[in-house]
């Protein structure tokens, strides 16, 4: 970790890539830390299968699209050719991107600042958060369970592993999916248990019909419904488990009776939905408000809105967030007053903002 780029980026979706795009144009060194198997891969996991891409603007925004070369074309193009034009983009571009990092942790330094990840540490003189809004939810378990997957790139990675999907919706139903028909086309007996803490499942038609389709072929499922993931724990063999308690009795002695699975870790796959970027901001010590009523136009009475210098500079020095992790407003200094600034979840601003940011950063480093 011997190099210390002027700016690292966090997230690879519009926000991110139009930072490094501008930086790499103005000679700024930079580096790209997406989480994801390949850049954009918020909008590859959110946008439904042939979904055009729109190249919304709002309405009383007085700037152009300040990245062209990210616009979504005025003809709109299915999700699915957009994607493929932003890889060929990145590669024409030989963009610094690294995927399948995760973004954890910020520690000050002395002559800049340390990015902590899931491969290791990172040295910039200034940061960027460009994660999005879209943080999954982590699974509140006693002990840890870092090592459980969000959701699945391959799903063939299952294939001779009994394997749990937690989560009750579209997004658990689809990864059950994939993996049973993986399982399937390989004829491996080993079934995919679907565990939910409630009752019913709750999905849509089109998912449903795709499931029933899977399991008329064969595909082997086991469902859990009502089953809580209790904790995670260490055997005797040094594999990490994840334990999940799948029913209980209530006995009059106090002594509770109850069944459970302990699956390993690795063959475990939660989908247990999205959060705010609140919680991230919270471990990195920078400062929210709480809206309180008449205060804020777009975010409700309690919401907490991240506060920023008109640079997009967060109260932790040196931070900066743009694009969706702001979205739809947040609090903006300015002229010594703190005021709700409208902020729409839109490629369009994602772009702009990164415009803006890197041209803030060119100046505070001197450049
Ligand atoms: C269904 C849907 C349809 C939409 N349609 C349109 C449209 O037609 N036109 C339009 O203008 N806007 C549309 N939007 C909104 C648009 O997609 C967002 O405004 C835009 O993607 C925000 O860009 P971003 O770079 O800030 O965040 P994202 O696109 O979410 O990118 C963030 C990136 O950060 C990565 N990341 C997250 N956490 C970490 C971590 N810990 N470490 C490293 N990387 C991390 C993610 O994998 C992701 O690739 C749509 C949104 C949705 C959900």
């Known amino acids: 970790m011997n190099r210390i780029y002027d700016i690292l980026i966090i997230g690879g979706g519009p926000a991110g890539l139009s930072t490094a795009f501008i930086c790499q ?5 930079y580096l790209v830390l997406e989480s994801g198997k390949s850049v954009f891969q918020g909008i590859a996991n959110t946008y439904p299968q042939g979904k055009l891409v729109y190249p919304s603007k709002p309405k009383d925004a007085p700037e152009p699209f300040l ?26 571009e030989n963009l610094n991107v690294q995927t399948e990092v995760a973004f954890e942790d910020i520690r000050d330094e002395r002559d800049g600042l ?17 994660f999005g809004s879209n943080i999954p939810r982590e699974l509140s378990v006693y002990g840890d369970a870092k090592m459980v997957a969000k959701s699945v790139d391959d799903p063939s990675k299952y294939i001779g592993v009994k394997t749990l999907v937690i989560g009750g919706g579209n997004t658990a139903a ?41 399991i008329l072929l064969g ?3 086991r469902l859990l419904q009502g089953a809580t993931p209790r ?35 690795q063959n475990v796959i939660a989908c247990i939905g999205s959060q705010g970027p609140v919680p991230i901001f919270d471990k990195l010590g920078i400062q929210t408000i709480a809206c309180t009523s008449g205060v804020c136009k777009i975010a409700k009475e309690g ?30 200094i300015a002229a010594g007053s703190i005021q709700e600034e409208k902020h729409p979840n839109l490629i369009y601003t994602a772009v702009n903002d990164a415009h803006h940011v890197v041209e803030a950063v060119r100046k505070s480093l001197g450049r």
């Open 174 to 214: 689809d990864v059950v999916i994939s993996i049973l028909k993986a399982k399937r086309e390989k004829s491996d007996i080993h079934p995919v248990y679907w565990a939910h803490k409630s009752e019913t499942f709750d999905v849509n038609k089109e998912t449903a019909q795709r499931l029933g389709e899977e």
């Open 25 to 29: 144009k103005q000679g700024l060194s």
């Open 114 to 130: 340390t990015v902590i990840t899931s491969k290791g540490n990172f040295k910039g003189k200034k940061v960027v958060l460009s």
């Open 231 to 265: 904790i995670g724990e260490v055997d005797d063999e040094g594999v990490d488990r994840l334990v999940i308690r799948i029913n209980e009795f209530k006995q009059s002695d106090g002594i509770d009776l109850y069944h459970a699975l302990s699956f390993p870790m």
């Open 67 to 92: 990245v062209e070369e990210l616009r979504p074309p005025d003809k709109p193009v299915t999700v699915e050719s957009y994607l493929q034009y932003v890889q060929h983009f990145v590669q024409h």
């Open 303 to 332: 919401d907490r809105l991240v506060l920023l210098t008109a640079e997009f500079e967060s109260t932790r020095k040196g931070v900066y967030i743009i694009g969706g992790a702001i979205s739809p407003s947040f609090m903006k």
């Open 219 to 221: 595909g082997n499922i």
